[in-house]
């Protein structure tokens, strides 16, 4: 028989049936429901427990909850640095800069396990006062900036505002303008230090680095110890690799297997700053490769030659017009070099029908091109002029003049002309300013003097008395050249004391001193024969460089 009543709505049962988990059935005449009333028990409604229904939180985006988890991550060290009590410090050496520390690590700390540069504090005893350091500036200025056009530091621009957004260059700086010994040996013992610190240990890639370390090596020759001169150039190279300075921006450019990671971008276009350092890489490395020959320049791209193109354009400086000429300059002497170099001319170079001689041709039209255009100007720097004759001797007489070996169709006069104009120009340098030449201008000197001294004593040079040079001639150049370069110790008030062996214009001076027993024999002698084999001067690059660089090794 079916019940007599309604079954009750949802939630409106009587205790008893959704206790009991029951149809509760509300019966038409009004009372308690159909099964109380046949259970005979007390029928009162159920207290609701239902929930009033809640809306849903919106999913935060991916972006939001990496914000989150590195809020809560800086949380997490910021605890651990106050459990610790470790101060908050600086996580790049560049900012220890700044606020360099004054106590030093002995080497029974726990610094001392490891690389000697990494972990040790420097003593602020020879840190530049702030009048020192602005007088640093005015004198890289003044005196340095022209051989350094490849940064453009505005007027305006103090030494505490330079210390503040390029640190690493403002210390390289202050240590090629010191002239205190102790002073130059605890900023050289710095930069090797954040040079490991910042590339090494963190991988840092920044200008600020790149400009450091081309100021460095490019008046590395000022320093007791640069036997990181040729790892120095390199790390340049790969700052430049690792910037993309040498190529064009690329917006889309993602790495092969990162596709979903995220890298920062270079700005677009390409700043000027960016592209004089870039320009001053290859320049340098360039310069120090060809006398060193131990390490390769900065390979030559595309981009760059739009970065030449656009500096030739704007010139924002004057320095820019040295730059661009020098580039210039370089540039043709590097590819000389390395066409003789890849037709394996070092090794064959007594053939007398390779074809890297005749491939000479073109760059030596390029080069006399280049000159006509400089020396039809009113006014070009002393600068570019001595980097002009230098170019003339490397691709009129190329690396197998300096190592013994000769070739028939080669004429030595256009090559003695250009030995003869670049001491016309370095003569007129003050020997006051000696102090301020960088490692260029130094290695030109030695290329000119070793050349002029190789013809004039080998046999089979092709060297000939005539209106360009006389050994009487070479020999007063050469103590011209010596006189000068003892007295720039004393007129440039140099500190040598930390230095047995003197600086390297000394030590400069010593070697050419052996040039000049061969040059005066072949002076005295009647008939002005040439002998069979060079008197006094029988030494490569390699043995020229330990000699003028590590001269206690």
């Given amino acids: 028989m079916e019940p007599q009543g309604t079954l009750a709505p949802y939630g409106k049962a009587c205790a008893n049936c959704a206790r009991s988990k029951c149809r509760c059935i509300i019966r038409h005449a009004a009372g308690p429901c159909e099964r109380c009333r046949r259970l005979n028990t007390e029928c009162r409604p159920a207290e609701s427990v239902r929930r009033p229904r809640s809306w849903r939180k919106p999913v935060p985006s991916r972006m939001a909850r990496l914000e989150g988890k590195l809020v809560g991550l800086v949380s997490l060290i910021k605890a651990e640095i106050n459990q610790t009590g470790l101060a908050k410090q600086p996580t790049k050496l560049l900012k220890r800069i700044l606020q360099p520390p004054v106590s030093a690590l002995t080497p029974s700390t726990e610094g001392s396990a490891g690389s000697p540069y990494i972990g040790q504090s420097l003593t602020t005893e020879f840190e530049p006062s702030p009048d020192e350091a602005e007088r640093y500036l005015i004198d890289f200025r003044t005196l340095k900036s022209k051989y350094f056009s490849f940064i453009h530091i505005p007027f305006t621009t103090r030494a505490q505002d330079l210390r503040r957004e390029r640190p690493f260059l403002w210390l390289c700086i202050m240590l090629i303008n010191s002239k205190l010994a102790p002073q130059q040996q605890s900023l050289t013992t710095r930069i090797r230090q954040t040079v490991a610190q ?132 370089q540039l043709i002497t590097e590819r000389a070099n390395r066409a003789l170099l890849d037709d394996g001319i070092l090794e064959s170079a007594k053939g007398h029908t390779n074809p890297a001689f005749l491939g000479l041709e073109i760059f030596q039209s390029q080069l006399l091109s280049v000159k006509n255009d400089l020396l039809a100007q009113p006014q070009t720097d002393n600068v570019v002029l001595l980097h002009l004759y230098s170019a003339e001797l490397e691709v009129f007489l190329p690396p197998p003049f300096l190592q013994g070996t000769f070739h028939p169709r080669i004429s030595v006069d256009p090559g003695l002309q250009a030995i003869k104009s670049w001491f016309d120009r370095f003569f007129t340098i003050p020997v006051t300013a000696y102090a301020e030449l960088p490692f260029s201008i130094l290695s030109q000197l030695l290329r000119c003097q070793v050349t002029l001294s190789r013809l004039i004593s080998q046999e089979g040079s092709g060297w000939m008395e005539n209106s360009v040079w006389t050994i009487a001639d070479a020999l007063s150049t050469i103590n011209r050249v010596i006189k000068n370069l003892e007295q720039v110790a004393e007129l440039a008030r140099l500190d040598n004391s930390g230095s047995p062996d003197g600086d390297v214009f000394f030590r400069t001076a010593q070697i050419l001193r052996s040039f000049r027993p061969g040059m005066g024999s072949l002076l005295i002698q009647d008939d002005l024969t040439i002998p069979s084999q060079g008197v006094g001067i029988d030494f490569d690059d390699d043995w020229l460089m330990d000699l003028m660089l590590y001269p206690n090794n």
């Fill in 198 to 329: 910042e590339m090494v240990i963190e991988s840092e890639k920044s200008l600020d680095l790149l400009l450091g370390i081309l100021t460095f090596c490019w008046w590395a020759h000022r320093q007791d110890e640069i036997g990181v001169l040729s790892i120095f150039t390199q790390l340049a190279v790969s700052l430049v690799f690792d910037q993309g300075l040498n190529k064009q921006v690329r917006k889309d450019f993602r790495p092969l297997f990162c596709v979903k990671a995220n890298f920062p971008r270079a700005p677009s276009p390409r700043t000027m700053e960016e592209r004089r350092a870039v320009l001053g890489c290859f320049l340098v490395t360039s310069v120090i490769s060809s006398f060193v020959q131990k390490i390769d320049a900065l390979r030559w791209t595309l981009h760059m030659d739009e970065c030449l193109q656009v500096l030739d354009e704007r010139k924002e400086c004057f320095n820019d017009e040295i730059l661009v000429q020098q580039v210039r300059l």
